[in-house]
């Protein structure tokens, strides 16, 4: 009797690629000019790769790459899978493509995989960055929102440790779009402007637009 093949099945970590609010990043008229009916059929279309971002006449060239990295973001993005136990890697401070004084500053766990996914995104520009890793006990942002392992109070004290407000000329800080209820708490006790970024990290092309710059350009 010939012996069962067992296959095992790896479940894959949640990177919310299916959170990305493609179509904020649209003029939403329904203008059909593209050839799609409305904005929303438009999307579909750019996800499937039946359009392109030059099909939409109101989509400016600047967002072309934008929309490039963000549609090809399941290629791009490392597969890991759906975790059991916290993955810490480094906190602290990295500087990213040489920042200066008006370079944003990006606040996220110190999850190892979370850190693999933004470092990916990241790669696809040459524009700078301050990056942020808050230590979340290896927890990944939405898993550490949850145990309470990143906190607003958590962030404000990082914040400073780091000493990155001393090298910009700002006081205006991103945190993931899954950390967004922290951001009441940080403006009351800081006095900060605390911009909620997007929930997928695939989506910061499109969020920074025409500040998104081609490693070529």
């Not at 929303?40 to 072309?64: H, M, N, Q």
């Not at 990916?120 to 006990?137: A, H, M, N, Y």
């Not at 145990?147 to 407000?165: A, D, N």
Request: charge should be negative; proline fraction near 9%.
């Amino acid at each position: 009797m010939p012996r069962p093949i067992l296959r095992v099945i790896m479940l894959l970590a949640d990177t919310y690629l299916d959170r990305i609010d493609f179509l904020r990043y649209l003029p939403r008229t329904d203008c059909a000019k593209c050839g799609a009916k409305a904005c929303e059929e438009f999307v579909e279309d750019l996800k499937a790769g039946r359009k392109k971002p030059a099909d939409c006449p109101d989509i400016p060239e600047s967002l072309y790459y934008p929309f490039q990295v963000s549609l090809g973001a399941d290629n791009l993005l490392p597969k890991f899978p759906c975790l059991s136990a916290p993955r810490p890697g480094p906190t602290g401070l990295v500087e990213m493509n040489n920042p200066d004084e008006d370079s944003p500053i990006l606040i996220s766990g110190n999850n190892i995989h979370t850190q693999d996914v933004l470092t990916s995104i990241l790669s696809t520009t040459k524009s700078p960055f301050f990056l942020l890793f808050v230590d979340t006990k290896g927890d990944t942002v939405d898993m550490a929102v949850i145990y309470e392992t990143l906190s607003g109070e958590q962030i404000r004290k990082e914040v400073l440790k780091s000493g990155v407000l001393e090298k910009v000329c700002h006081q205006e800080i991103i945190i993931p779009g899954l950390a967004a209820a922290l951001g009441h708490d940080l403006i009351r006790s800081t006095g900060w402007k605390v911009i909620v970024g997007p929930i997928c990290a695939a989506e910061l092309p499109l969020f920074f637009g025409d500040k998104w710059l081609t490693p070529a350009t």
